[in-house]
């Protein structure tokens, strides 16, 4: 496949390159700031791009099988999350390319808790509201998409870099847990649900989740 990815340069952008390039699939990189892709391998075409914008969106999606997004918003800056949202599905909509983003976990209802999400918990720390409002409001403006080909992959609780083991769950709307009630996964491990749902769509306009 031919997949653009946005935000290639970030913690999960990242082992999404490295996951896909392990498949064998060609790859342009795009970041704002070209220079933070410098050390990727040289197959993997590398571009100077904005998610946020319609016409780069646009522009670096042509001829492409899939966009991938793995954008992530510095502090301060969590409204661009839908912002860009907005010009990632305006952009392969004009494209017909298909897209996978990368969302947050705020909006997952938290299993037999009668409906309560991720974000209205008690005790969800005051300092993370801001970018779990934006996900939040991401996810609104996806679902609220109906020209764009378009899935949204929520991760669990806790994403860090850690083991790849393959071996995880998959979900829809609820936070997946573990016996322990732990929400967690490796990115590498979400890296690998992510090209399988490339390679084999089982979401289509629907966001889905990922789980140990």
């Not at 999960?12 to 990727?40: D, F, K, M, W, Y």
């Not at 197959?43 to 522009?59: L, M, P, S």
């Not at 899935?151 to 998959?170: D, H, K, M, V």
């Amino acid at each position: 496949m031919r997949i653009t990815v946005f935000g290639a340069a970030g913690v999960v952008g990242s082992r999404v390159v490295t996951e896909a390039l392990s498949r064998g699939h060609q790859l342009i990189a795009v970041g704002r700031n070209p220079a933070r892709l410098a050390g990727l391998p040289a197959e993997i075409t590398v571009r100077q791009g904005d998610a946020a914008n319609v016409e780069d969106v646009a522009a670096l999606s042509a001829g492409q099988d899939l966009v991938i997004s793995a954008t992530r918003p510095v502090p301060g800056s969590e409204h661009e999350l839908v912002i860009a949202a907005k010009a990632l599905l305006a952009g392969v909509a004009s494209t017909g390319v298909r897209l996978i983003a990368v969302g947050g976990a705020s909006s997952l209802v938290i299993p037999n808790s009668a409906g309560t999400t991720v974000a209205d918990a008690p005790g969800f720390p005051a300092d993370l509201l801001p970018i779990a409002t934006a996900c939040t409001e991401q996810l609104e403006v996806f679902r609220a998409d109906t020209t764009a080909s378009w899935t949204y992959l929520s991760p669990p609780a806790l994403l860090e870099p850690g083991e790849r083991t393959g071996s995880f769950r998959l979900g829809l709307d609820d936070l997946i847990v573990d016996a322990h009630g732990n929400s967690s996964i490796s990115t590498e491990d979400f890296a690998i649900a992510l090209l399988d749902e490339a390679e084999r769509p089982r979401h289509p306009r629907k966001r889905f989740t990922v789980g140990y």
